[in-house]
């Protein structure tokens, strides 16, 4: 069974930072995409990064010059470094991978979210 853990939330001031980290583990055959959404109160889930098994990115308009992605696969872990964070990155933020995984076909798996509060 494949789980996702994530850790490093907290709450911070604005224009603080924090790195969230979520590792992956279970019977992995190989990991695609991972990625980072987040969810704030009373609204959809959103994107905010993405990273390919070849270190590709892709970041959320609102997140460009402020976070960065990456990756580490050994063990199968996304990192998200946050800077100069915004109270209006309040949101609890969840881990994503599209994993393979034995025997089950190949599908997302979401972390159980982490809450990040920036105050203002």
Same mark, same amino acid.
């Given at each position: ?22 590792? =992956? ?15 704030? +109160? ?6 905010? =990064? $993405? ?9 959320? @308009? ?5 976070? $960065?992605?990456?990756? @580490?696969?050994? +063990? ?10 915004? +109270?209006? @990155? ?12 034995? +025997?089950?076909?190949?599908? @997302? ?12």
């Amino acid at each position: 069974q494949v789980q996702l853990v994530e850790s490093g939330g907290g709450l911070v001031q604005a224009g603080e930072s924090l790195r969230l980290s979520c590792e =992956a583990s279970g019977t992995i055959f190989s990991i695609n995409s991972m990625g980072w959404y987040r969810q704030a +109160p009373e609204k959809q889930r959103e994107l905010v =990064a $993405t990273i390919t098994s070849r270190n590709f990115t892709n970041y959320a @308009d609102s997140v460009k010059g402020r976070f $960065t992605i990456s990756r @580490d696969n050994a +063990p199968n872990t996304v990192y998200l470094q946050m800077n100069n964070l915004k +109270p209006e @990155d309040t949101a609890v933020y969840y881990c994503k991978a599209f994993i393979v995984a034995a +025997p089950f076909p190949a599908k @997302d798996y979401w972390g159980q979210g982490t809450q990040v509060t920036v105050s203002s």
